[in-house]
């Protein structure tokens, strides 16, 4: 996660400096950190891309995805046992973040857009023509698919792309399980036809 400008060291940071509520035991807070430290590892990627994929830029991501992972520690700190399922968790919280983000933005008139992928598809490599060509191409007939779907098959055919169990998809977007997998399974019929 270091390319888009975040590290694990920052959640420890901005952790430690958040205190930790209810809990003054050094031992306790390290442990804390550690554990946050350890989440922020294993799922700060697929948080930053479904945030991105959803139409939040980079810099937003990153913002969004450091809230979530130090509200994510407070709540450890208040309540020991986050959740039976911590990823889910996460995913949420960014979700939210990002959805009240997009309301914000969409009160001030500002056209949201959904595609920040292309660069960071792109890398850090010069392609050449072709490939440019054919990504492009590629680009837009996901565009196009994509665009057949409503934003609830969207969003859950994304989180169901990151590797979310229905279950856990339905505790981000708020729907029952029987709602998610009817969403993914209108998504990938539209998306084949």
Known sequence: MEQ???HSSWVA?????????GRTDARQRD???GEITTQYDLLREPVFRYLVTIGVGAGEAEDILQEAFLRA???LARRPGLSHNVRAWIFRVAHNLAINGMKRKAKLSYGLELS???????GNFAPSAEETLLEQEAVE????AMAKLTPHE???????????RYREIAEIVGTGISAVAEAVARGCRKLTD
Do not use: K, M, N
């Not at 920040?116 to 792109?122: E, G, I, K, Q």
């Not at 007939?141 to 196009?144: C, G, L, N, P, S």
């Not at 969207?154 to 979310?164: D, I, K």
């Open 4 to 6: 888009f400008g975040i």
């Open 141 to 144: 007939q996901t565009r196009a």
């Open 154 to 164: 969207q969003q859950c055919l994304q989180l169901r792309a990151e590797g979310l």
């Open 116 to 122: 920040h992928l292309d660069s960071l598809a792109r």
């Open 13 to 21: 940071t901005r952790a430690g400096a958040a205190g930790v509520p």
């Open 31 to 33: 442990l804390l950190t």
């Open 73 to 75: 520690y407070q709540h």
